[in-house]
């Protein structure tokens, strides 16, 4: 199946597909199935990460996909992410070195030479942020990853790498949604060529992590606050899940939808054939309600 999509930059040699499929919460049993068909349904760009704990069948997923598709490594971009240890639960952060062997552990379980796309899956690494940061960018000269950045980092945490002197990474994966719009961060990114990556896109949906086991920390007033959302969807002729995706591509980002079900996965992926006019943008635009609920960088409870 072939989707037209367009692509973000990242830097001088490499463009991320706007829309890729998310594999938070995809268990093992599943992964390799949903990736192989995500990518017979036209997705061309995989978000994993090592603390997922499916890097494997991800990358099983991916090489049944391509090749059932009769596609090349190139055509497929793929993201993972380095966890970078956690104080908080124990976790010692890695150093430069462990950084670098990390990322090799994930090409081997991944079963690639290469990624599109590394990065430090979240702020926890302390006084070893920098080290890691400075691993990432070895990775990159060296060619195991074609383009590095980072994840839930908030603007002190990218203007520690900017006082370092060292280059700014080329995204943030961030929570973004209309209930979290993050102006003020998009703007520091902006400014400093940081392309943002969307997760949790879907937040909004009544259905968004309802399954046990799933947290979520969505107030009462968000769950009853549904109805614009449908009302926008009807007047498009598109789904719920499709108008959020496509606020999130037309606001200038990546999104990385997840779904299980192919008749959804095409449906999430098929958002060139609609734009959300001005004004259903600029009444979306007025619905930023803080930094949101999927994840906060102060709470290692909260990961994604």
């Known amino acids: 199946m072939t989707v037209m999509q367009q692509n973000f930059r990242l830097n001088d040699n490499v463009t991320i597909p706007a829309v890729g499929f998310g594999t938070y919460l995809v268990s093992n049993e599943d992964a390799e199935v949903a990736v192989s068909t995500a990518i017979l349904n036209g997705y061309r760009h995989i978000d994993t990460a090592s603390g997922y704990q499916n890097e ?8 049944a996909g391509l090749n059932a598709a009769g596609l090349a490594r ?10 970078p240890g956690n104080p908080a639960w124990g976790d010692t952060p890695k150093t430069y070195d462990q950084t670098l062997a990390e990322c090799d552990l994930t090409l081997a379980r991944l079963g690639l030479d290469y990624v599109d796309l590394y990065l430090i899956h979240a702020p926890y690494g302390g006084s070893e942020r920098i080290a890691q940061w400075r691993a990432l960018l070895e990775l990159r000269s060296t060619g195991k990853a074609r383009s590095i950045g980072v994840s839930n980092f908030n603007t002190d945490h990218l203007e520690e790498v900017k006082q370092a002197g060292l ?25 400093h060529a940081i392309a943002p990556i969307a997760y949790s896109s879907l937040v909004p949906l009544s259905t968004w992590r309802t399954e046990e086991g799933q947290a979520s920390a969505k107030t009462d ?31 200038g980002y990546a999104v990385l939808p997840k779904s299980l079900n192919p008749e959804r996965m095409r449906q999430n992926i098929d958002l060139a054939g609609f734009e959300i006019d001005a004004a259903d943008m600029a009444a979306m635009n007025t619905m930023d309600r803080g ?5 906060a960088t102060g709470d290692p409870s909260k990961a994604d």
């Open 56 to 63: 494997e069948t991800v990358g099983a997923g991916i090489r």
């Open 221 to 251: 007033a968000m769950k009853e606050d549904g109805a614009i959302f449908a009302e926008f969807a009807r007047k498009y002729g598109v789904s719920e899940a499709q108008l959020l995706l496509r606020w999130g591509v037309q606001s």
């Open 167 to 191: 280059s700014m990474p080329d995204a943030n994966q961030v929570e973004l949604h209309p209930w979290s719009q993050k102006p003020e961060l998009l703007a520091y990114m902006s400014k």
């Open 291 to 295: 930094e949101g609920v999927a994840w």
């Open 74 to 83: 190139e055509a497929v971009f793929v993201t993972a992410k380095l966890w």
